[in-house]
């Protein structure tokens, strides 16, 4: 899959809008976040800004894991 070659290749580009369009759906706060994931509070909102594109593979899945998708939902996926 597309996702995995970016993986593989050391980039992950994250889609910022998207991981807030699935936090709020589930009605978590960016603190929420946070404490699920042990992640910043600062660290999730400049993510989903998309003041921070390539975040180390360990908090994407964390973040999938905390929104209850894949890591392939998260991530920006070329046009074919």
Same mark, same amino acid.
């Given at each position: 899959?597309?996702?995995?070659?970016?993986?593989?290749?050391?980039?992950?580009?994250?889609?910022?809008?998207?991981?807030?369009?699935?936090?709020?759906?589930?009605?978590?706060?960016? *603190?929420?976040?946070?404490? /699920?994931?042990? @992640?910043? &509070?600062?660290? !999730?909102?400049?993510?989903?800004?998309?003041?921070?594109?390539?975040?180390?593979?360990?908090?994407?899945?964390?973040?999938?894991?905390? *929104?209850?998708?894949?890591? /392939?939902?998260? @991530?920006? &996926?070329?046009? !074919?």
């Amino acid at each position: 899959e597309v996702s995995q070659l970016i993986i593989l290749r050391g980039y992950i580009m994250l889609n910022g809008a998207r991981i807030r369009e699935l936090r709020t759906m589930k009605g978590y706060t960016c *603190l929420d976040m946070s404490k /699920d994931t042990n @992640i910043s &509070k600062s660290y !999730i909102e400049e993510l989903e800004r998309g003041s921070k594109v390539n975040p180390a593979l360990n908090k994407v899945v964390a973040l999938a894991e905390a *929104l209850g998708v894949k890591v /392939d939902d998260l @991530i920006f &996926k070329p046009a !074919i």
